[in-house]
Nanobody, 119 residues
Framework: QVQLVESGGDLVQPGGSLRLSCAAS????????MGWYRQAPGQERELVAT???????????NYADSVKGRFTISRDNGKNTVYLQMNSLKPEDTAVYYC?????????WGQGTQVTVSS
């Protein structure tokens, strides 16, 4: 049974930084594409960033245009953990952030962590 547990969400002022973490149980993390998504009140869940496994070659990252240059996704396969470093945060980044693990046969979501950007 694979489970994802996010942490790191908080209240932060505009221009501040946060680092989210997502720890995965089980043995498939190293082959999975990991992603961060977010959902603001009244809006659809949207992609923030993804990172491929990097098992065969280096990991490949992908970002939503709205976060490019401000957010960085990374992973540590030895710790079964994926990170999202968020810098220069804006009020519009306020949302529940969800971790996602995806393989050919599995699509698993974490419970979410709240990020609020406000002065």
């Amino acid at each position: 049974q694979v489970q994802l547990v996010e942490s790191g969400g908080d209240l932060v002022q505009p221009g501040g930084s946060l680092r989210l973490s997502c720890a995965a149980s089980g043995s498939i993390f190293h082959i999975a594409v990991m992603g961060w998504y977010r959902q603001a009140p009244g809006q659809e869940r949207e992609l923030v960033a993804t990172i491929t496994s990097g098992v065969i070659s280096g990991s490949i990252t992908n970002y939503a245009d709205s976060v490019k240059g401000r957010f960085t996704i990374s992973r540590d396969n030895g710790k079964n953990t994926v990170y999202l470093q968020m810098n220069s945060l804006k009020p519009e980044d306020t949302a529940v952030y969800y971790c996602n693990l995806r393989t050919a046969k599995r699509n698993i979501w974490g419970q979410g962590t709240q990020v609020t950007v406000s002065s």
